[in-house]
């Protein structure tokens, strides 16, 4: 019998890997490749508790990815629930909708920030994206000593890349371009998180500068945390690309090139490996014969138009949002 299935609070009695994904219906089949590959790369000598933060998933999405489970693997749900926060954060995304080159105006980027504040008995936790493949064992990520930072992270590589970005992180959100770190991988210490109020502190800056930005909850994280991130080994967030070197524990399949829209993408199979054996591979293959040239297009421009509106943003003389 696996020890998930006696109910005991298992960070008492067993060190547990917790490792936090947030999703919506839409998100569903990607997480469920990215789990699966998380199980696959696992140490079958540790225990990983896979906990799915999500605003509403249907049965059968619960079902598929519920049946990812193992000896060592639990899968559990969290329903985010209507509270102060996530009407805040929901009307500051529905307000940003309707802007242009708003790629990240979906309440279920803000999810993560919840995590410190609605699970209280975790100290630590590592937090994965939907759209990462695993090839290492995140439990060796989870074991990295934080010392006196209150996360760790990667240093954006999407920002390395496009100097648009570049000009926005340094102008903008005022970050220097090799402090600001990509929030789809994060160890996060959950104390240190709570003690610096990490959560209530967002939704005061989101309330008091309404700031129209192009990567919101990832800027805020690194305004709040600024000088507290640990920057990790950037093979625990790679970019897909062709010639992968072998030392590359996580891809991460950022922005563009998406293996479930496009053919012929840098580290396709790994996605498409880990797809195979979820019970969304159909769902994700006809997903990806859907995505005709209009589709591609409409996906070019919304990516074209985000880096434009980060040139614009770039221009301003001060940070858009001041802690
Ligand atoms: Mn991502």
Not at 111 to 128: E, S, W
């Amino acid at each position: 019998m696996s020890i998930f299935a006696t109910g005991l609070p298992l960070n008492r009695f067993t060190k547990v890997v917790p490792v936090f994904i947030t999703i919506n219906n839409a998100y569903a089949p990607y997480a469920a490749a990215a789990i699966h590959s998380l199980e696959r790369a696992s140490n079958k000598k540790r225990y990983y508790r896979v906990i799915i933060l999500h605003d509403g998933l249907s049965f059968q999405n619960r079902v598929r990815l519920r049946s990812l489970v193992t000896k060592n693997m639990a899968i559990e749900f969290r329903k985010i629930t209507n509270s102060l926060y996530l009407r805040a954060i929901v009307t500051y995304c529905t307000r940003r909708q309707k802007g242009a080159g708003d790629f990240f105006s979906s309440a279920v980027y803000y999810y993560r920030a919840f995590i410190p504040r609605l699970f209280p008995l975790y100290k630590k936790a590592v937090y994965i994206d939907s759209d990462v493949i695993l090839r290492g064992d995140i439990g060796e990520l989870y074991d990295i000593d934080l010392e006196e930072n209150a996360l760790a992270a990667v240093v954006d590589p999407k920002v390395t890349m496009i100097k648009e970005f570049r000009d926005y992180v340094n102008n903008a959100v005022g970050v220097p371009q090799d402090e600001y770190v990509n929030s789809g991988v994060q160890v996060m210490d959950l104390k240190k998180m709570r003690k610096l109020k990490y959560l209530s502190t967002m939704i005061e800056l989101i309330h008091e500068y309404d700031a129209d930005l192009i990567a919101p909850d990832q800027d805020y994280l690194n305004i709040i945390l600024r000088g507290k991130i640990m920057h990790l080994d950037p093979n625990w967030n790679a970019e897909p690309r062709k010639d992968l070197s072998s030392d590359v524990k996580l891809v991460h399949f950022n922005l563009f090139n998406k293996p479930w829209h496009y053919k012929n993408v840098p580290c396709e199979e790994m996605f498409w490996e880990a797809a195979r054996g979820t019970g969304f591979y159909g769902n994700l293959k006809r997903q990806q014969e859907a995505f005709d040239e209009e589709k591609q297009r409409a996906d070019h421009e919304k990516i074209d138009l985000l880096i434009k509106k980060g040139a614009r943003l770039a221009k301003t003389k001060k940070p858009l949002v001041k802690l």
